[in-house]
C-alpha cells in the first residue's frame, strides 16, 4: 500500500507544472517510448505483439502523470541478423507483415542498423533497398564505428538515398533513414535507434522545443543564469521520468535504459526558436555555437539515467525556424556541421535538390562520418534530395498527416 500511495504522489509530482520565477513553461511531451525486441530465425512476430501491451501501458502511464505521448516505437535487433539463410521474397513478405501490424497497432518501427563487413552485405543492401519504399520502417547503414570511417559504407547510404528517393512517393522514404556514425545502442529516436541486446527493454526521448525556449526566454539573455536555469529545468523533468520508467519496471519486467533527453523539435515547438531567444539574433548568426553548447551542457548535467545522443537536434525540415532560417540563407551545411563538433545530432533532415549527384551524397555523409569518428561523438546524416527540384525551389514534403515546414532549395558549394 505505501509503495503504491509513494508512486502515485511522484506521478501525481510530475503532472504539475513546473514554475520558473512567477511564470510557468510549458511541459516536454514524450516524443518516443521505444521498446526494443529480439526476433528470432523463425522470423516470428511473437515479441513484437508482446511488446505492445507494456508500451500501451508505458503510455497510459506517462500520460497520467501528465506528459504528452506522441509514439510509441519498436526497435530490433540488426535486421541480418534474423532475415540470413532466406530468400528475397520471404524476406519482403515478413517486412509487408510487419508493416500491417504496425499500421494496425499505431505504432513506429525500426528494423535496426546495417553494418558492412565483407563484400557479401552487398546483398543486404539491396534488401533494404526493396523493404524501405513500400514500407514505413526505419533503418540506417553505419558509416563509421569505434573502428574508423567506413568508406563502403558511405557509398552505400548514398546509393540507398538516390534510390529511395527515385522509388517513393515524393522521395519521402528517406526521412526514414540515416546514415550513421558512433550512435549508441538503445537509442530511442527514429531513424538511429537500435540495440543488440536481449529485449525486453525500453528507453524514452522527449519533444522540448517549447520547453527551452520558455525556460531561456525567463533567463532574459543573461547566459550564466540560463544555463544554470536550464540545467535544473532538465534536472527536474529527468527526475519525473526516472521515477515514472523506474516504476514501469518494476512493475512490468521491461528493463528501463535510459532517457535520451535531446529537446527534439517540432512544427510547433521549435528548438530554432529557442536559440534565438538566448541570442537574440537570427539563427545562424554568431552566438548560435555558444547556444548550441549550452544546451546540450545542460541536459548533460542531468543525474537521470542517459541514453542515445544527449545532443541537440537541429532538423531544418521539421522546425518551422530552422526551415524559415535555411530560405533566407542564414547558415548552411558546414554550419550544422560545426554546430555538431558542440553538440550533435549531425545533419537531419536537410533539403538538396533532387539533382544532387550519389558522388556529393558520399562527400556530405563523409564529412560527417570524419567528424563523428575524430570527436568519438554520436552523429547522423538525413539528407532528404527533392525529386525533380532545383536550387531556388520551394519543397513540398509530406505523407500520411505529416505536413512538414516548407523551405528553398539551397545551392551546394
Known amino acids: 500500500m505505501h509503495s503504491r500511495f509513494q508512486a502515485f504522489t511522484l506521478l501525481m509530482l510530475a503532472a504539475s507544472s513546473p514554475v520558473l520565477g512567477a511564470e510557468q513553461y510549458r511541459q516536454p511531451k514524450i516524443r518516443a517510448i521505444t521498446a526494443f525486441v529480439r526476433i528470432d530465425g523463425s522470423q516470428s512476430l511473437q515479441p513484437v505483439q508482446d511488446a505492445l501491451p507494456f508500451l ?3 503510455k497510459d502511464t506517462f500520460e497520467k502523470a501528465g506528459y504528452q505521448v506522441q509514439t510509441i516505437r519498436i526497435t530490433t535487433q540488426p535486421f541480418v541478423q534474423y532475415s540470413g539463410g532466406r530468400s528475397t521474397k520471404e524476406n519482403l513478405a515478413f517486412f509487408k507483415s510487419l508493416d500491417q501490424l504496425a499500421e494496425k497497432e499505431s505504432f513506429l518501427f525500426n528494423i535496426g542498423p ?8 552487398l546483398g543486404n543492401v539491396e534488401l533494404l533497398t526493396q523493404v524501405l519504399p513500400p514500407t514505413w520502417a526505419n533503418a540506417t547503414v553505419v558509416v563509421a564505428d569505434e ?15 538516390k534510390y529511395l528517393e527515385d522509388h517513393s512517393r515524393n522521395g519521402t522514404s528517406n526521412f526514414n533513414f540515416a546514415a550513421v556514425a558512433m ?35 525567463e533567463a532574459k539573455r543573461d547566459w550564466p543564469r540560463a544555463k544554470t536555469s536550464l540545467s535544473e529545468a532538465f534536472e527536474q523533468q529527468g527526475r519525473f521520468v526516472d521515477v515514472i520508467a523506474t ?6 519486467g521491461w528493463k528501463y535504459m535510459g532517457l535520451d533527453p535531446t529537446p527534439a523539435p517540432n512544427s510547433d515547438s521549435s528548438i530554432g526558436a529557442a536559440i534565438e531567444e538566448l541570442t537574440g539574433a537570427k ?3 554568431s552566438g548560435t555555437l555558444s547556444a548550441a553548447a549550452l544546451i546540450t551542457e545542460a541536459e548533460r548535467s542531468i543525474t537521470a539515467k542517459r541514453v542515445g545522443y544527449s545532443g541537440l537536434m537541429l532538423p531544418v525540415l521539421e522546425d518551422p525556424v530552422l526551415a524559415q532560417r535555411w530560405a533566407e540563407g542564414t547558415y548552411d551545411l558546414d554550419s550544422l556541421l560545426a554546430y555538431s563538433a558542440v553538440c550533435g545530432t549531425g545533419l537531419d533532415a536537410i533539403p538538396l535538390p533532387g539533382e544532387v549527384s550519389q558522388e556529393q551524397l558520399e562527400r556530405i555523409i563523409g564529412d560527417m562520418a570524419s ?16 525529386p525533380g527540384k532545383r536550387a531556388g525551389d520551394r519543397t513540398d514534403f509530406s505523407f500520411g498527416v505529416a505536413q512538414f515546414p516548407n523551405t528553398t532549395l539551397r545551392t551546394l558549394p
Open 114 to 121: 546495417l553494418t558492412l563487413n565483407t563484400s557479401s552485405d
Open 371 to 386: 567528424l563523428a569518428f575524430k570527436w568519438k561523438k554520436p552523429l547522423t546524416a538525413r539528407l532528404i534530395p527533392a
Open 183 to 217: 550512435v549508441p545502442p538503445d537509442t530511442p529516436f527514429f531513424p538511429g535507434s537500435n540495440h543488440d541486446g536481449p529485449g525486453r527493454q525500453f528507453s524514452v526521448g522527449w519533444e522540448a522545443g517549447n520547453f527551452v525556449t520558455d525556460v531561456l526566454k
Open 247 to 252: 516504476q514501469l519496471e518494476k512493475d512490468s
Open 283 to 285: 539563427f545562424g548568426s
Open 56 to 58: 500501451r501501458r508505458a
Open 147 to 161: 573502428n574508423g570511417v567506413r568508406w563502403n559504407a558511405i557509398q552505400a547510404a548514398a546509393q540507398i538515398i
